[in-house]
């Protein structure tokens, strides 16, 4: 063989070599069905993105994205299950908050976000809406927060549970407020407002969709968003920040990702097609009427912004030595 025959035979074995390398990513989507698990019940705002999104998604690849209910533990069980499945694109997770970046300060998980979970692509974001009972006399954020330290046994707050994202947007708010609110954890949303509107609790870091019915009644006072900016569908309440306490942010969040062995251009495919069906004007339109503001993102910008939750949550559950229960 001559050297021209043998660079050219070099060179071809060195391409198979690439291609059998690059595990399957051509092959997609993938040969069996896909599955997008989401960490709650049925019926909830999660559950409601997850299902439009994945009905898109199966659209454009031409195979059903079936979704998974796997409710239970703040949505833990869920990541767990991901972590541990099949590294093969047919198994993702809409991730959650709670489990990427607040849980793992708060108690010893047998998965590790950023080593066993990788990032794919934001999800959806939204913020919470601080109300308060009318009986408590306060039509404003900064009434709320005079009474708080005029009369801290007055003033307590509920959440959907022990680090949860409505408990540490109260424990941000403590600390950068300066008040002591007292946190009471429910069982979800549902007794929560029960109690609420019962006045037997002065507050709620509650999900929009949940509080909304109750403030155009006029049971519920409305004091503050806690995004940075006024969503759409809440023009006339004032955010945290613009409320004296500038860059305040405790968004809820979800996020696309997979079991972390997951290769690489797999990752990367499904990130295409997420960040398109993200950026699809229709799936646009059916998010926001749930109040739900798309976040498309590159695999990096995910990384990097969950970095950044986990930082800030780790430093506030230090901070406000919060603990699991």
Known sequence: MNKRHMLRATALAGATLLLCGIPQAQDFPPKKPVTLVVGFAAGGAADAAARLIAKKLGDNIGQAVVVDNKGGAGGNIAHQFVANAAADGSVLLFG??????????????????FKDLAAISGGVNFPNVLVAHKGLGVKNLAEFVALAKKKPDAVDFAS?????????AGELFNQRAGVEMVHVPYKGGAPALQDLLGERIASYFSAPPTALPHVESGRLVPLATTGLARPAYMPSIPTVAESGYPGFEALNWYAFVAPGKTPAPLLERWNLE????????????????????????????????????????????????????
């Not at 959907?160 to 540490?168: I, K, Q």
């Not at 993200?278 to 970095?307: I, W």
């Open 96 to 113: 959650s908050i709670g489990p990427l970046t607040i849980a793992p300060h708060l108690m010893k998980l047998p998965y590790d976000p």
């Open 160 to 168: 959907t549970g022990a680090g949860s994202a409505s408990h540490l």
């Open 274 to 325: 997420i960040v398109k069906v993200l950026h699809d004007p229709g799936v646009k339109d059916a998010l926001e009427k749930h109040g739900l503001t798309p976040q498309p993102t590159t695999r990096a910008e995910l990384t990097a912004f969950m970095k950044q939750e986990d930082a800030k949550w780790s430093a506030i559950v230090r901070e406000r030595k919060i603990s699991a229960n």
